[in-house]
């Protein structure tokens, strides 16, 4: 008996059903083209042209047949976003507005340092949900989640920008990474496929305004990606008053999540803390961050806070952080004070709302 083989014609399959590329994780990918009846060896062509080259049409992918182009465009239209307006800062960072092909917008940071690495600032969403008072971002809600594609979009804008390659990613612009966890956990396993973009998961940082059930997922994940937690209080009452979107998400139980991420991963993460003056600056607050952090391995970012535009948040000085600074390294708990960067073209973090976004 001879099977014969029954070949789908890939203009047959799914008709009126079309994904777009950007839109779906490798696995994904590789089993829709699979599924269309092409061999697999066709995804992977794809897909280093898509993620290693950046081309943008299937017409440039030279080793696929021209009707196999064709009909691809169809089955699984690939879209690249638009870049709507770019800012250079006196720091020689650079914020981008992007529009993906719905007229999502998002912004993305690059940031250049002298010791030659350059880093992206990613969006993992277009605005956000979740609502902290002192962030631009918040202000005007969440618009949508994005897309694996479109998360990998950003860095290739930055990388193409500064023609230069990417070294690091943060996911610290734009939306709440564990509220879109699945498409930005297969947008960082594109970036650091070895075929692709190829940065190293260490230098991959994903930071979260403290979702539970997101860090306990990545704490099961095979990959190193490094772990942000922005905290902004140890104190639940003025946290739930400054991240009114994490409330549910007590301080007690996030500790019991994060003292069991390093357990099961060995690695140390860091908290974010942004001085808002008379907001989270007492002796009290102090002092519950040593409690909380003392018996975790972590590392707290001090941050000086980003004013945003008629915000009643204002920063400290210099030497209030300093200050925590030298207390907090006392107490044991390593700390340092992050740059801000960008913050001239509203690029620093929490400022990513610009005028485009109120319009
Ligand atoms: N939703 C994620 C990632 C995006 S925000 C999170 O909350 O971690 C990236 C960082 O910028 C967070 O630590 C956030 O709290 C901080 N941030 C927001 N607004 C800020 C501001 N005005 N000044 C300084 N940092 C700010």
Known sequence: MFHVKHHVRLSDYNRGMNTQLKHLSLESFENLIVEAGLPRFRSDQI???????????????????????KQLAELVPLTKPTIIDKQVSVDGSR??????DDGALVETVGLPNDDGRLSV???SQSGCAMNCAFCATGRNGLNRSLYPGEIVDQVHIVQNDFDKRVTNVVVMGQGEPFANYDNTLAALRILNHPKFL???????????????AGINKLAQEPEQFTLAVSLHSAIQET??????????????????????YTKRTGRR?????????????????????YQ???DLLCHVNLIPLNEVESSPFKPVTRKVLLLWQESLEMQGIACSIRNSRGS????????????HFNS
């Open 239 to 260: 946290r739930d008053s400054i991240m009114p979107g994490v409330s549910k998400q007590p301080l007690d139980e996030l500790h019991e999540a994060l003292a069991d």
């Open 198 to 212: 190829n940065i190293g998961a260490r230098h991959i940082t994903i930071s979260t305004c403290g979702l539970i």
């Open 292 to 294: 909380y952090g003392k």
């Open 269 to 289: 993460f860091s908290f974010e803390f942004a001085l808002m003056d008379g907001i989270n600056t007492s002796v009290r607050e102090i002092e519950a961050l």
């Open 121 to 123: 600032c990613v969006s």
């Open 47 to 69: 897909l280093s042209w898509v993620y290693g080259k950046n081309v943008s049409s299937y017409d440039e992918m030279t080793n696929l047949p021209k009707i196999m182009r």
């Open 95 to 100: 914020k981008y507005l992007i529009q993906f």
């Open 344 to 355: 001239d073209i509203a690029g620093a973090c929490g400022q990513l709302a610009s005028k």
